[in-house]
């Protein structure tokens, strides 16, 4: 059963657009860079397209799925509109990244809208139905910002107006086209008044935390970076009133697989007694995936684990080796945290219990 379904009212605005259309081409803000330059890079090309998704200067599940779907209309308007360049560009981006089921559904998606029109009518065709896509992805975190704002609202009301936010990778604005998943809260929270905290997770290797924290303070909201492994003794000690994380894909049964930590977390937090929210759109659940162990784990390059980059005294960018190149690493960058660790899944349609969100999604089960 849902805990809760009317949404109360929050308005977001992309500082910088993660992603826009110029003219037969994408504008993105290229996170590689962050959190020390601010660039976007143009795409012209499918190609350069799933080159960026799968090398994560875009990056986060809504993102990843919008991008794809712009890298569709792309390769309509530079390599022709038959089924063949439709196949090959559904292909290309389909094999970027494979837990985010976002993307996939984005394709599946570009595909249906694209498949049964005539060649002439596709390309415009797919310009506007990547722009639905991304349009609707800012809208439902608009609604995910709402109705979790709802519950940081009843914990300031029993802590004197004062909440402290656990937080995991970015599921910010970053990491969609609007104002995020997990921050979207916050980020309501914050503008409605209250003392809203953030507790912000490194998240080792890619430190996606760098990003979160980036993001928080340029919308003032206070924050305290901490190192991955002192989520644990913060929880125990109840220095935090709920976590709040995103999710990259959330199987039939409520399991949800987000960045590699997130399941350390919400161990931690149950054992603290502390809630541990899951924060995402309808776009994250894979209803085809009956439970967790069938969703697919990225691994990535074991280098993300070896090198670490940061600025040097001159302020360039620069990347540092701090393991042999064959030391023996491994890099899942996913986890995949069991159902009954869940409090709830705070949705676009209301919050609800993870076994339940067949009940709010009726029409995708
Ligand atoms: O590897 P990333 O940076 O794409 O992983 C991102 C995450 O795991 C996010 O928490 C998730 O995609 C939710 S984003 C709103």
Same mark, same amino acid.
């Given at each position: 059963?849902?805990?809760?379904?009317?949404?109360?009212?929050?308005?977001?605005?992309?500082?910088?657009?993660?992603?826009?259309?110029?003219? %037969?081409?994408?504008?993105?803000? %290229?996170?590689?860079?962050?959190?020390?330059?601010?660039?976007? @890079?143009?795409?012209?090309?499918?190609?350069?397209?799933?080159?960026?998704?799968?090398?994560?200067?875009?990056?986060?599940?809504?993102?990843?799925?919008?991008?794809?779907?712009?890298?569709?209309?792309?390769?309509?308007?530079? %390599?022709?509109?038959?089924?063949?360049?439709?196949?090959?560009?559904?292909?290309?981006?389909?094999? #970027?990244?494979? =837990?985010?089921?976002?993307?996939?559904?984005?394709?599946?998606?570009?595909?249906?809208?694209?498949?049964?029109?005539?060649?002439?009518?596709?390309?415009?065709?797919?310009? @506007?139905?990547?722009?639905?896509?991304?349009?609707?992805?800012?809208? #439902?975190?608009?609604?995910?910002?709402?109705?979790?704002?709802?519950?940081?609202?009843?914990?300031?009301?029993?802590?004197?107006? @004062? &909440?402290?936010?656990?937080?995991?990778?970015?599921?910010?604005?970053?990491?969609?086209?609007?104002?995020?998943?997990?921050?979207?809260?916050?980020?309501?929270?914050?503008?409605?008044?209250?003392?809203?905290?953030?507790? &912000?997770?490194?998240?080792?290797?890619?430190?996606?935390?760098?990003?979160?924290?980036?993001?928080?303070?340029?919308?003032?909201?206070?924050?305290?970076?901490?190192?991955?492994?002192?989520?644990?003794? *913060?929880?125990?000690?109840?220095?935090?009133?709920? &976590?709040?994380?995103?999710?990259?894909?959330?199987?039939?049964?409520?399991? =949800?697989?987000?960045?590699?930590?997130?399941?350390?977390?919400?161990?931690?937090?149950?054992?603290?007694?502390?809630?541990?929210?899951?924060?995402?759109?309808?776009?994250?659940?894979?209803?085809?995936?009956?439970?967790?162990?069938?969703?697919?784990?990225?691994?990535?390059?074991?280098?993300? *684990?070896?090198?670490?980059?940061?600025?040097?005294?001159?302020? @360039?960018?620069?990347?540092?080796?701090?393991?042999?190149?064959?030391?023996?690493?491994?890099?899942?960058?996913?986890?995949?945290?069991?159902?009954? *660790?869940?409090?709830?899944?705070? =949705?676009?349609?209301?919050?609800?219990?993870?076994?339940?969100?067949?009940?709010?999604?009726?029409?995708?089960?």
């Amino acid at each position: 059963m849902p805990f809760s379904s009317e949404p109360a009212q929050s308005a977001f605005r992309q500082p910088i657009p993660t992603l826009r259309r110029d003219g %037969d081409a994408i504008a993105i803000l %290229d996170q590689t860079l962050l959190p020390f330059r601010s660039e976007i @890079r143009r795409l012209t090309r499918v190609t350069e397209v799933a080159a960026a998704i799968r090398g994560m200067q875009v990056r986060g599940a809504p993102l990843i799925g919008a991008t794809a779907a712009f890298g569709v209309a792309i390769a309509l308007a530079t %390599d022709g509109t038959g089924e063949a360049v439709l196949d090959d560009a559904l292909s290309l981006l389909g094999a #970027t990244r494979p =837990t985010a089921v976002n993307l996939h559904w984005a394709l599946a998606r570009m595909d249906g809208a694209l498949r049964p029109l005539g060649p002439g009518a596709r390309r415009d065709a797919a310009w @506007r139905e990547a722009h639905a896509i991304a349009a609707e992805d800012a809208a #439902t975190c608009k609604e995910i910002g709402a109705h979790g704002l709802n519950l940081l609202t009843d914990i300031a009301a029993r802590r004197n107006g @004062r &909440v402290r936010v656990m937080t995991h990778c970015n599921a910010g604005w970053l990491a969609t086209c609007g104002a995020g998943t997990a921050l979207a809260p916050v980020y309501a929270a914050h503008q409605r008044g209250i003392a809203v905290e953030v507790l &912000v997770s490194e998240t080792r290797p890619r430190n996606q935390g760098l990003l979160t924290a980036w993001e928080l303070r340029q919308a003032g909201v206070p924050h305290t970076l901490i190192a991955d492994n002192a989520a644990g003794l *913060l929880l125990a000690r109840r220095d935090v009133d709920a &976590v709040i994380t995103g999710a990259d894909r959330i199987a039939a049964n409520g399991d =949800t697989a987000n960045k590699v930590g997130t399941l350390l977390k919400a161990l931690a937090a149950r054992a603290a007694g502390v809630p541990f929210y899951i924060a995402a759109p309808h776009s994250t659940l894979d209803f085809d995936c009956a439970d967790g162990s069938h969703i697919p784990i990225e691994d990535r390059d074991t280098d993300e *684990l070896r090198v670490v980059r940061g600025l040097d005294r001159d302020g @360039r960018i620069v990347e540092l080796r701090q393991a042999p190149g064959d030391t023996a690493t491994a890099n899942p960058a996913f986890d995949v945290t069991p159902a009954g *660790l869940i409090t709830a899944i705070i =949705t676009e349609r209301g919050v609800v219990s993870p076994g339940a969100l067949g009940s709010l999604y009726p029409e995708q089960t």
